[in-house]
């Protein structure tokens, strides 16, 4: 079965810092990874997606993700956050060739000062 | 795309009700996802369809949690006998059929349903 984790349950940057939040998964096979952004009273929405080929995924709204195999990794990315970004960010996956659904992490909150 | 549309928004019941939620998908989607989300927590799967056929159920709660898509268009999510417990958000997502488990899955606003 698979399982994720994000370490990083509450963020608290200012505006234009940088960001990474953490994502690992455990699962010995190959996997879709996704993020998932929700912003405050909207529903869950993909910001990005990596299925094979180029590690280095890039979003919508200037967010990236890069896939570490070695480390089970999927940990997003975004170089200057703006307050519009604040909002609850999920990792998830689903494992190929083993049904559709998506696992999910528990979640990080980001909360950006303006 | 008039996006995932979940009904009720709001279900308030007392203990020991059945409740019944629905969800229309996205109109050319032929996948169907139910999820619950608890309060601190991510989405946690439940079940799935395809067209009308439920792939996938063995992750629904108890035998009190069943789901129907009797056309292979919208869906209805039952609890019988409710407790406490339920409390949480339902979330219903779905999917184009084309290309594997590699389309993302588009997401409703949800149900809350809370138990007195």
């Known amino acids: 079965a698979q399982s994720v984790s994000q370490h990083n349950h509450h963020v608290i940057l200012s505006e234009a810092a940088s960001l990474e939040l953490g994502c690992n998964y455990s699962?010995?096979?190959?996997?879709?990874l996704f993020w998932y952004v929700q912003y405050p009273g909207q529903h869950l929405q993909l910001l990005l997606k990596?299925?094979?080929?180029?590690?280095l995924v890039k979003g919508i709204k200037g967010f990236e993700a890069e896939f570490i195999k070695s480390k089970f990794s999927f940990n997003l990315r975004k170089p200057s956050v703006q307050w519009s970004d604040t909002a609850e960010y999920f990792c998830?996956?689903?494992?190929?060739?083993?049904?559709?659904?998506?696992?999910f992490g528990g979640g990080t909150r980001l909360m950006v000062k303006p | 795309d008039t996006g995932v549309s979940q009904d009720p928004r709001h279900k308030i019941t007392k203990r020991g009700q059945n409740v019944t939620f629905r969800c229309d998908p996205i109109?050319?989607?032929?996948?169907l996802y139910w999820y619950r989300q608890t309060l601190g927590q991510g989405p946690e799967f439940l079940t799935y369809?395809?067209?009308?056929?439920?792939?996938?159920k063995s992750r629904l709660l108890s035998d009190r949690f069943s789901a129907e898509r009797p056309k292979g268009s919208f869906s209805t999510l039952e609890i019988q006998r409710t407790e406490q417990g339920d409390s949480a958000m339902y979330l219903c997502?779905?999917?184009?059929?084309?290309?594997?488990?590699?389309?993302?899955?588009?997401f409703g606003d949800g149900t809350r349903l809370s138990i007195l």
């Open positions: 109109s050319e989607h032929n996948r």
């Open positions: 998830a996956v689903n494992a190929q060739n083993a049904g559709n659904m998506l696992t």
């Open positions: 997502a779905s999917s184009s059929g084309r290309g594997g488990s590699n389309q993302p899955q588009h």
């Open positions: 699962y010995g096979g190959t996997v879709n």
């Open positions: 990596y299925f094979s080929g180029d590690p």
């Open positions: 369809f395809q067209n009308e056929a439920q792939l996938e």
